[in-house]
């Protein structure tokens, strides 16, 4: 937060893998994340190797501890869970496509859901995680609409918190497209800034000299409450939801 005020980018070189041999080696890492506490907190998550997880069992977490809700207040809420792509993992990836029989080898990890090595993660798997931990049985809600699937899931929330379906939401989103797959692939789009050696200066989408976007990481979770029940505990409200719209009109 402090950066953001300040102007200083959070752009750089990219640290989670051997980037070297790619065409864009800069990227918007998460630098604080700590899987390691995170897996104490979360241990069904131990087989998990997709990023876009841990971020937001990360956020999520930090959503609900802010928000000091009893944990029992949950039974009746409701959790929606934006995502935008499925990542390949290029090393299940590679394994496949070297066996002999790329099409048996892709069928049988197809059909081994709970291996950990699945291709590709489900979309819904961080919804089920947190849904299973934090005992969501009110309702729990998967979007994936690339780029709008934060605010949708937010907008979603509001509105069925407005029509009564329930008085509490879990509403967030969570993404990582640093791995080597999405970076080789969008870097074939032409798409992104080369600038290596200006990490810092290498977003900016709105400058006549621009040559690309850059790709990055992250997740944001918000606790929802009607406002009388909020009022009701005393909770510490940051703001206020007074509409949401949603259209296709591309």
Known sequence: WRNMLAGRSGISPITLFDASALRVRIGGEVKSLDQTELLREFPEAGNEKDRKIWLGLDAAGRALADS??????????????????????????????????????LVNLALKQESPNQLQTPLDRLTQVLGDHFDF????????????????????AFRRLRDGSA?????????????????????????????????GKACRPFDATRQGTVLAEGSAFMVMETFEHARRRGAHIYAEVIGYSSSLDA
């Open 167 to 199: 008085e509490v939401a879990l509403a967030g989103a969570t993404d990582s497209t640093l791995n080597p797959l999405a970076l080789g692939g969008f870097s074939l789009l032409r798409i992104l800034s080369e600038e290596n050696d200006c990490p």
């Open 137 to 156: 049985r009110h309702g729990r809600y998967t979007n994936c609409s690339a780029c709008a699937a934060g605010a949708q899931v937010i907008g979603e």
């Open 68 to 105: 000091g809700l009893p944990l029992a207040t949950l039974l009746e809420a409701l959790l929606l869970v934006g995502v935008s792509l499925e990542t390949f993992l290029i090393d299940d990836v590679t394994l496949a496509a070297q066996a002999k029989d790329l099409s048996s080898a």
